[in-house]
């Protein structure tokens, strides 16, 4: 168990439909990351988030936004869902800031299904 | 962000088999980092290393930081069946993170 905890584990929507992924840090870690896994793909980086504050960002699509909340949770909004948006998204936690090893826990991933 | 140069994309090997792989960069990095998934899991990190020219050991795993600090390989001795999965390089350096492409392994029993 890496401490990191998504929501929901699987969620099957149709196009043009709107989902919110949730995300809870481990303990005590200020830096959450946002990545999308395709099909037999490897991991592409959409979004960082440090203490509340957007830190860097790949290759995020328009459609998509994130936010941190104060309680450090964070939250992935995917908005006029397509059928290539099928992938599962993985949450990533780490330390953050100045101490920061790039060590990350992922989370078990969000599996999503656009039919 | 650019990805990692990893490689091989996928082996195939017989369990009690040794297994190498590695993973280069035109960057320098600070760490290179190691990753291994699981089928349905999320990545968990199986060694870090933190200085060019480290040698780490986990197990039946050892990796090693290259000298040059573009590249860093992974090694796992001896195979089981529980090696099965995706692994993946990763460096980090200065808030960058970048990931290879991942290798994925299938070990025959």
């Known amino acids: 168990d890496s401490g990191v905890t998504q929501t929901p584990k699987h969620l099957i929507t149709a196009t043009g439909q709107r989902v919110t992924l949730r995300c809870s840090p481990r303990?005590?870690?200020?830096?959450v990351y946002w990545y999308q896994q395709s099909l037999d793909q490897g991991l592409q980086f959409l979004i960082q988030?440090?203490?509340?504050?957007?830190?860097a960002k790949g290759n995020i699509l328009e459609r998509f936004s994130a936010q941190q909340f104060p309680d450090l949770h964070s939250e992935l909004n995917l908005s006029s869902l397509e059928l290539g948006d099928s992938a599962l998204y993985f949450c990533?936690?780490?330390?953050?800031?100045?101490?920061?090893?790039?060590?990350?826990?992922f989370g078990e991933g969000s599996r999503l299904t656009v039919l | 962000g650019q990805q990692l140069n990893q490689s091989p994309q996928s082996m195939f090997i017989q369990e009690g088999e040794d297994v190498s792989m590695n993973c280069t960069s035109s960057?320098?990095?600070?760490?290179w980092l190691w990753y291994k998934q699981d089928p349905g899991e999320g990545p968990v990190l199986l060694i870090a290393?933190?200085?060019?020219?480290e040698l780490t050991s986990n197990g039946r795993l050892t990796a090693q930081f290259g000298i040059t600090r573009k590249d860093s390989f992974l090694n796992i001795s001896a195979s089981i069946p529980s090696d099965v999965g995706i692994y993946f390089c990763?460096?980090?350096?200065?808030?960058?993170?970048?990931f290879g492409a991942g290798t994925r392994l299938t070990v025959k029993p």
């Open positions: 303990s005590g870690d200020l830096s």
């Open positions: 988030y440090y203490n509340g504050e957007e830190r």
């Open positions: 960057s320098i990095f600070n760490t």
């Open positions: 990763a460096g980090y350096e200065n808030n960058d993170m970048r």
């Open positions: 290393l933190y200085k060019a020219g």
């Open positions: 990533a936690s780490s330390v953050g800031g100045g101490t920061n090893t790039g060590e990350l826990f």
